[in-house]
């Protein structure tokens, strides 16, 4: 069995940006950036029949992405990102695209079999087909697999089931401070300090780790009984997109290459401010950053 492979499952799309269309979408960002790191990545998405389809599939095999990336009789994704002063983006997602309708095929089955880490989120989970689709995959991954589920709770695409039933079937979870509020929020347990409310989702899901990114306030990786704290670096930030998912990306990558996981946590932390101070998601890491 080839043990190198990480999957990012889910949404594949543009991020219209206002100096122009990138290629995007949270698992295809986290499957990119481990690749940086020497395995073999892997975008599971669905894209158009449509030119956007043909240009998705160029943009993610030049980035150095392997695809399983069926065409469907739906619009390649786009989303309309606009930029607030300090380069922080907020996100229109057209609905009804082609990632909302991933198929499970007998290719994309087989990927999962074979699957060291893969990555999703909630947002590709807001229609039936895609979230159907991500379920079994998660359901055929070996048993060791690293399962993250990479929250992202975009405008009201998410709910209280869809995050549970992840929670079910991940062993990692990665949040940020906006997100653990509305998660505590959900779940009936507003008052706690955000530390209290880590360890209690770690225990009750019996994660193996619990990510929690605070934007300039640092980030904290929750295991069971450690916990790791680093401060954000101060840098010069182009635009904030996909550095999160660089910072799982690469913090997986380090953990499946035998990195302690305060080690995985730095070189996560250090490539996430590097990729801040690049436009767009997917800047190629300089070597220093991998070490």
Known sequence: MDNRIIVGLGEALWDCLPEG?????????????????????????????????????????SNGLKLEMPRVDFPTGQVQVTLDEDGVA??????????????????????AKQCRAVCFGSLAQRNKVSRDTIYRFLDATPKDCMRIFDINLRQNFYSKEIIQESLKRANVMKINDEELVIIGRMFGYPGMDFENKCWLILGKYNLDMLVL??????????SKGAMSYLET?????????GAGDSFTGSFVASVLAGQPIAE????????????????????????????
């Not at 960002?29 to 998405?45: E, K």
């Not at 997602?93 to 990927?111: M, R, V």
């Not at 670096?233 to 997109?241: L, N």
């Open 21 to 61: 269309r990138k290629i995007g979408g949270a698992p295809a960002n986290f499957a990119y950036h481990a690749s940086q790191f020497g395995f073999d990545s892997y975008a599971v998405s669905a894209v158009g029949n449509d030119p956007l389809g043909d240009e998705t599939i160029e943009a993610l095999k």
């Open 233 to 241: 670096p101060k840098v010069e930030v182009a635009d904030t997109v």
């Open 213 to 222: 990114t605070c934007g300039v306030n640092g980030s904290y990786v929750f």
């Open 264 to 291: 995985a946590h730095r070189i996560g932390v250090n490539v996430s401010a590097y990729v801040c101070t690049q436009n767009g998601a997917m800047p190629v890491i300089p070597e220093e950053l991998k070490k």
């Open 90 to 111: 907020t996100y229109d997602i057209k609905e009804g695209s082609a990632w909302d309708n991933i198929p499970f095929t007998p290719e994309i089955e087989a990927l």
